[in-house]
């Protein structure tokens, strides 16, 4: 076999507008919440369009279907309440250490 080498994989996030609801604020991409309400899983990338991705206040609150986050290294703010009672939440993997995190994020999910 061949030597092994690293790679740098980029991925375009196509249609990333079509599942979640958002408003661009401050020239940011604020994720309000998702447009199915049946989604279990959800990878959100750190920009969008050229613009910073921040998760926005109550985003997800409420949300019973949501089982699986990923957010991006880059994701830099989620906002007060964003998972909020998430009664089924089971993993969320922040990639980034560099993260602000407003008040009762992830209050009242089964894992906190």
Known sequence: MGTEKDIDLYAKWDGFENYVTYIIEDNKFVVTGLVDKNTTSISIPGTYESKEVVIGNEAFKNNSKLVNVFLSDSIKKIGDKAFYYCS???????????????????????WL
Do not use: K, M, R, Y
Not at 99 to 110: A, G, H, K, Q, W
């Open 88 to 110: 089924n939440l089971a993993s969320v993997t922040i990639q980034g250490s560099d993260i602000s995190l407003d008040e009762d994020v992830f209050d009242n999910t089964p």
